[in-house]
């Protein structure tokens, strides 16, 4: 006589921390530190070691490759929606001595859209820039606004033929302003050392100004100081 299989248990899916020595609460810190703060990786260790906490700064970085972009994604679903207007420009990044261009987008409530590291600044470029944000924005844009570059009337009357194509002097201004909160923060890094590092690190400020500037539903009953760490807390029980 066969015996009816016993049910499986319900078992909570695996934290993204678990393996990990130190506890999430700390992993959480030094990533958001490193975004927020003009520091390096020896700055957080620093900073780490002051409260009795010993991590060395490969540490710091591997957390900073693993961690970074898991915030943002859990977050997605709290992100509010993008207006209809975009802006869109670049600007540059050193990676490993090398000029990268760094493609961003806002809209006119200041909420940056996408960001993408690029070798090259061509309509391959532009293309694979403008085909990423639809993925996980629903708004299709009604305006975009960029510089001069000949290889944007194409790409864009080819992927958004409906968005007014708007090219005139200082009216992409906004962005081009945007520009310097990921200057400032890029400059103490001394340069990164490869494409993904800058991707990833671009990224993960990118979400962070955005939360900061309160463009997702998290931690709203804090205030606008208090945020980034209630909703970078809030975000590690998701992950």
Same mark, same amino acid.
């Given at each position: 006589m066969k015996h009816a299989a016993r049910p499986r248990l319900w078992s909570p !899916? &695996? $934290? @993204?921390? =678990?393996g990990f020595r130190?506890? =999430?609460?700390?992993i959480v810190v030094a990533v958001r530190w490193y975004l927020r703060h003009g520091l390096s990786y020896r700055d957080v260790e620093e900073l780490l070691a002051e409260r009795g906490i010993e991590v060395d700064h490969v540490t710091v970085y591997r957390w900073m490759q693993r961690f970074t972009v898991l915030p943002a994604d859990a977050a997605r679903s709290a992100r509010h929606t993008p207006g209809d207007r975009r802006f869109v420009d670049q600007t540059y990044v050193k990676v490993n001595g090398v000029w990268r261009y760094a493609y961003r987008a806002i809209n006119q409530y200041r909420q940056v859209i996408d960001v993408l590291v690029s070798t090259r600044r061509d309509a391959a470029a532009a293309r694979r820039f403008f085909t990423r944000a639809p993925r996980t924005l629903t708004v299709i844009p009604s305006e975009v606004v960029t510089d001069a570059a000949p290889v944007y009337p194409a790409v864009l009357e080819?992927?958004? !033929? $409906? =968005?007014?194509? /708007? *090219?005139?002097?200082y009216a992409n201004n906004p962005i081009e302003a945007d /520009?310097?909160?990921?200057?400032?923060? #890029?400059?103490?890094?001394r340069g990164l050392q490869t494409d993904r590092t800058a991707q990833v690190v671009i990224a993960g400020h990118t979400f962070l100004q955005n939360l &900061?500037?309160? /463009?997702?539903? #998290? @931690? *709203?009953?804090t205030t606008p100081v208090e945020r980034a760490a209630a909703a970078?807390?809030?975000l590690a029980q998701a992950i």
């Open positions: !899916p &695996r $934290s @993204a921390f =678990a130190f506890p =999430a609460e700390v080819e992927l958004i !033929p $409906s =968005a007014w194509h /708007h *090219v005139e002097q /520009h310097g909160q990921l200057k400032r923060r #890029l400059r103490p890094m &900061r500037r309160g /463009h997702y539903d #998290l @931690a *709203v009953d970078f807390t809030e």
